[in-house]
T-cell receptor, first 119, second 110 residues
């Protein structure tokens, strides 16, 4: 099936640990994103990658390091996990190629989410 | 700071009624506007996109855009209990960035 997939779906870990979340899309999209959704359901962009290049880094602590080995994959590594990192992390992709306002290719397609709980 | 504002709700409507969801945005340059629906424990899914002033209808859903007032709304006609979810307004501001509102929780009572 064509989709955006993420692994793992659930992640429970202790403070101070390092963990990774993987994302893959087979929609042929050029742009991929990481979003964080907190307990109040506020969905906030963290990173945006276009064709493997980092475009947006929204004042995210440098404990968070995204990596895009190719256009179809965007992984998120988190070092020294803190209690405040507990949230649902969504990967998304879009057809957006140039970041312009006109193309109308900016619809986001979301993965199923990874619920991270830091104890 | 570019923002998207929504009433967090909850908005409660009886089955069969019209649900009206509203959103305002601050960036006048924005050209693309979206409504996503998110069921509890699930990921957001696109319901409607709208790019031009006026109304856009798709089944029971109508999106309305007024760029002069920086206002976008979603009407759900003949509301069903299955419409109960959080509705996220989103605005594409260019530069590969979409800003989401905090969402409005909708409850449709049977």
């Amino acid at each position: 099936d064509t989709a955006v997939s993420q692994t793992p779906k659930y992640l429970v870990t202790q403070m101070g640990n390092d963990k990774s979340i993987k994302c893959e899309q087979n929609l042929g999209h050029d742009t991929m994103y990481w979003y964080k959704q907190d307990s109040k359901k506020f969905l906030k962009i963290m990173f945006s990658y276009n064709n493997k290049e980092l475009i947006i880094n929204e004042t995210v602590p440098n404990r968070f390091s995204p990596k895009s080995p190719d256009k179809a994959h965007l992984n998120l590594h988190i070092n020294s996990l803190e209690l405040g990192d507990s949230a649902v992390y969504f990967c998304a992709s879009s057809q957006d190629r140039r970041g312009g306002l006109a193309p109308h290719t900016d619809t986001q397609y979301f993965g199923p989410g990874t619920r991270l709980t830091v104890l | 700071q570019k923002e998207v504002e929504q009433n967090s709700g909850p908005l409660s409507v009886p089955e069969g009624a019209i649900a009206s969801l509203n959103c305002t945005y601050s960036d006048r340059v924005s050209q693309s506007f979206f409504w996503y629906r998110q069921y509890s424990g699930k990921s957001p899914e696109l319901i409607m996109s709208i790019y031009s002033n006026g109304d856009k209808e798709d089944g029971r859903f109508t999106a309305q855009l007024n760029k002069a007032s920086q206002y976008v709304s979603l009407l759900i006609r003949d509301s069903q209990p299955s419409d109960s979810a959080t509705y996220l307004c989103a605005v594409y501001t260019g530069g590969f960035k979409t800003i989401f509102g905090a969402g409005t929780r909708l409850f449709v009572k049977a």
